[in-house]
């Protein structure tokens, strides 16, 4: 970051449809954040919490934390208060950058002592303001120096216990990942501007910093409204975006008819979810030749494989079943198709992708049980089943987990059927994926009611609405008598969830 202040200072580095801040700028503010930090009595290693939508904060505590060692633990914005209060707990976070009514929400939430706060709004009687700590802090801080395997990132995701969990990215980590997008061909150049409407506390913001050591402007969408953001877009001339299937859906339907509706575009990146390859040939005919899809996880420190613009084009004109591919592995990531012995399949079998090399996390904060299911000889089993072409093309086909991929956001069955337990009416429950046109998978559950009780969706929906956040709720709900289950009581969760995929080549979607 230092040497893009001084190459590119005053060029514009994050932009908000209210706000400029230049490389300058953010050197200078990011400087005086380490301090601030530092001056609240935060030690090398300690957590720093940021719950709040796309804003300009959320880039300067990435770089604050990075300079003065400290561990930046994004809470996703769309979390309920509860899931926030159990993220607090877990990272034990010092200090929480956020708002005062987001203060509000999550207190009752809280299960020890409040964190220090620092507000981004005007500062509550308990909290301090966030401008204020900068305004009494020096601009000028020389940054630890850090080793490759200490703690750089929490990055909180949805777990297959049912619980919350955070993949420990490391220094190490952040610089293969970042790597990883300099020596992609099609990555970004000065003078180009990445649009980001995802979160960035989630995986939008893995692009922050490779933006920013190459003098690209960040444009930050607080919210994604179709027409609006082709309007913002188009005005702002963004060349480089990345949306999840659900958006560009979306936007399909916003555009029908349409051509290049975004003429500076030259990059839009997908990933987070599978496409269907009959939504990617949409998609390439209303925004041209730009697409380019991503795989990866929290766990691998963003994507490992990539279908890149030129492998759409090639797919469309002599191998359309390649839309249906992940892509390629990128340099430096060992990414392979194992038997459940660990050894390679043939080319064209089934087996896990099993992801090796400097960017595989360092393991679960504080879950050596659940580091122990996935991480085996440094290597990271990612759950998914695929196969590999004799060129190399990754094709996901099925998971080995239960997750549910909707909207770009992972959600797990456990989680959602530990809420649902907890409801008075509820006696047995299932909660699987089932295809989606909007958001490509949506959470559906088949519950088993307690005698007597009445077969309504309404209060059993608005319960979940209070304890997960808007896309881990049941978007269909069916009553059944009863739930099958194998000889040792377990539920028969695929098939419960067959019939919804009847047709479909992959149960992925």
């Not at 759409?312 to 004109?317: E, G, K, S, T």
């Not at 990414?335 to 660990?342: E, H, K, R, S, Y």
């Not at 990612?382 to 956001?409: C, H, N, P, W």
Request: hydrophobic fraction near 45%; glycine fraction near 8%; aromatic fraction near 6%.
């Amino acid at each position: 970051m230092s040497r893009s202040a001084r190459a590119y200072a005053p060029r514009i580095a994050v932009r908000t449809a209210t706000r400029s801040i230049t490389y300058a700028e953010l050197e200078q503010r990011s400087n005086r954040l380490a301090n601030a930090l530092l001056g609240l009595g935060l030690l090398r290693g300690d957590r720093v919490g940021i719950y709040l939508p796309n804003r300009p904060e959320i880039v300067e505590v990435e770089l604050a934390c990075y300079k003065a060692g400290l561990i930046k633990a994004p809470f996703n914005a769309r979390l309920s208060p509860a899931e926030v209060g159990e993220i607090a707990a877990n990272s034990d976070a010092a200090v929480i950058v956020t708002t005062a009514a987001r203060v509000e929400a999550f207190r009752p939430h809280m299960r020890s002592a409040m964190p220090q706060l620092l507000l981004v709004e005007d500062a509550a009687a308990e909290g301090g303001s966030y401008e204020d700590a900068l305004a009494h802090a020096s601009d000028a801080f020389t940054p630890m120096a850090v080793t490759a395997d200490e703690v750089a990132v929490l990055h909180y995701t949805s777990g297959s216990s049912g619980v919350l969990k955070a993949a420990m990215q490391t220094f190490g980590n952040r610089l293969a990942q970042l790597r990883k997008f300099l020596l992609r061909s099609e990555g970004m150049n000065e003078g180009h501007v990445l649009g980001l409407v995802g979160p960035i506390t989630h995986a939008s913001g893995m692009q922050l910093v490779p933006a920013l050591c190459c003098g690209v402007t960040i444009r930050l969408f607080d919210s994604f409204e179709p027409a609006r953001f082709i309007a913002d877009m188009r005005a702002d001339r963004v060349t480089h975006t990345f949306m999840v299937p659900t958006m560009i859906n979306m936007l399909l339907g916003e555009l029908e008819g349409q051509y290049r509706p975004l003429p500076d575009l030259l990059r839009l990146g997908y990933g987070a979810a599978p496409m269907a390859p009959a939504r990617i040939l949409r998609a390439m005919d209303v925004f041209g030749p730009v697409l380019s899809q991503g795989y990866g996880a929290g766990e691998t420190t963003s994507g490992v494989c990539a279908l890149t613009v030129a492998d759409h084009l090639q797919a469309r004109a002599a191998r359309p079943e390649r839309l249906a591919s992940c892509g390629r592995p990128l340099l430096e990531c060992d990414v392979q198709i194992l038997d459940d012995a660990g050894h390679p399949v043939a080319t064209g079998e089934i087996g896990e992708i099993v992801v090796g090399g400097e960017d595989v996390f360092a393991g679960y904060w504080r879950a050596p049980e659940l580091t122990a299911e996935v991480l085996k000889n440094g290597c990271y089993h990612t759950g998914d089943l695929a196969r590999m072409d004799e060129q190399g093309f990754v094709y996901i086909v099925d998971r080995k987990k239960d997750m549910v991929i909707s909207g770009g956001f992972n959600v797990y069955p456990s989680e959602v059927e530990a809420v649902l337990y907890q409801h008075e009416a509820v006696q047995d429950a299932c909660v699987f994926a089932i295809p989606d046109d909007k958001w490509g998978e949506a959470v559906a559950a088949h519950v088993v009611l307690k005698p007597g009780r009445p077969a309504d969706a309404r209060p059993i929906d608005a319960f979940c609405g209070e304890r997960l956040a808007g896309f881990k709720r049941p978007r269909h709900i069916e009553f059944v008598t009863q739930l099958p289950k194998n000889p040792n009581g377990k539920v028969m969760r695929k098939a419960v969830q067959a019939p919804y995929w009847a047709g479909q080549d992959r149960m992925v979607n």
